[in-house]
């Protein structure tokens, strides 16, 4: 089992900047993708940006150009800087990944969540 640990959310105002931390922890596993998704009250989760091991990077439309995903891939860890934040960004944002190769189990794990709010 692949454990996820987030931490980095909090409260802040409108325009100004987050950074989100999310550390994979386990006996043995092969990341494949790291990243996050998001849920605000009321809404379904939805992609925020996710980070493959080669390299490969996708975005969602409304963080394009604000949030930037990035992995340490020797720590197995995942960031996300978030810029320009706006209130419509506040949610429960969620540290994802997957992963497996040929000889170990495939897996997906989530976070517990970790809440940001952008007061207006």
């Known amino acids: 089992q692949v454990r996820l640990v987030e931490s980095g959310g909090g409260l802040v105002q409108a325009g100004g900047s987050l950074r989100l931390s999310c550390a994979a922890s386990?006996?043995?596993?092969?990341?494949?993708?790291m990243g996050w998704y998001r849920q605000a009250p009321g809404k379904q989760r939805e992609l925020v940006a996710t980070?493959?091991?080669?390299?490969?990077?996708v975005y969602s439309d409304s963080v394009k150009g604000r949030f930037t995903i990035s992995r340490d891939n020797a720590k197995n860890t995942v960031y996300l800087q978030m810029t320009d934040l706006t209130p419509e960004d506040t949610s429960v944002y969620f540290c994802?990944?997957?992963?497996?190769?040929?000889?170990?189990?495939?897996?997906?794990?989530w976070g517990q969540g970790t809440q940001v709010t952008v007061s207006s």
């Open positions: 994802y990944a997957d992963g497996g190769s040929e000889i170990l189990p495939p897996f997906v794990s």
């Open positions: 386990g006996k043995i596993f092969v990341i494949n993708t």
């Open positions: 980070k493959t091991t080669a390299g490969n990077t």
